[in-house]
């Protein structure tokens, strides 16, 4: 019972995720990331790591997805279906890109899970968050760092967005905003 849910679960964040890469309203993009945001939750509870369940949900379904919302309507980004669909040449490159980088990802997860012992010693209590902390500072401190940076550009370019969106704007506009 327990592998049919992982199944289901595994199946609805990757279709979730899907969604999110092609539906062409942005709006329901968000909406399917929060679909897989659940799914992904959802197979933490099978995990029994909960707390890391519970701060899946508040912080990326809940904080994460509010503000994708709110960028979106504060960009004012429409429904996109009106827009020239892609060539041929760039959906080609697209599924390579796509399928090279699942071969890489599946290559670099087949060669840790081949060689990697136990995180911790058999028969030593601790909980799920301790142990996620321990690997994460411990064993993964330097990418852990280089995604704060990748976030921290995020933020930095959404500013710059914000601030080139408002100065387009012209003053009757601004007063509705």
Avoid: C
């Amino acid at each position: 019972m327990e592998t049919l849910l992982y199944l289901v679960f595994g199946l609805v964040a990757l279709v979730g995720g899907v969604l999110v890469i092609v539906n062409r309203n942005p709006v329901y993009s968000a909406l399917s990331l929060v679909l897989t945001m659940f799914a992904i939750s959802a197979l933490y509870i099978l995990q029994q790591a909960y707390f890391v369940a519970a701060v899946q949900i508040v912080v990326y379904a809940g904080a994460i997805v509010v503000l994708f919302l709110f960028v979106i309507m504060l960009l004012n980004l429409g429904d996109e279906s009106d827009l020239p669909a892609s060539s041929g040449t760039r959906r080609f490159v697209g599924a390579l890109l796509g399928v090279t980088f699942a071969g890489i990802v599946g290559a670099v997860v087949w060669e840790y899970a081949s060689t990697a012992g136990p995180a911790v010693a058999a028969g030593t209590d601790i909980d799920h968050t301790k142990l996620l902390a321990r690997v994460l500072f411990q064993n993964y401190l330097l990418p852990f760092e280089v995604v704060s940076l990748v976030l921290l550009a995020a933020l930095v370019g959404v500013l710059a967005l914000i601030r080139t969106h408002g100065r387009d704007l012209d003053s009757s506009e601004a007063d509705n905003v």
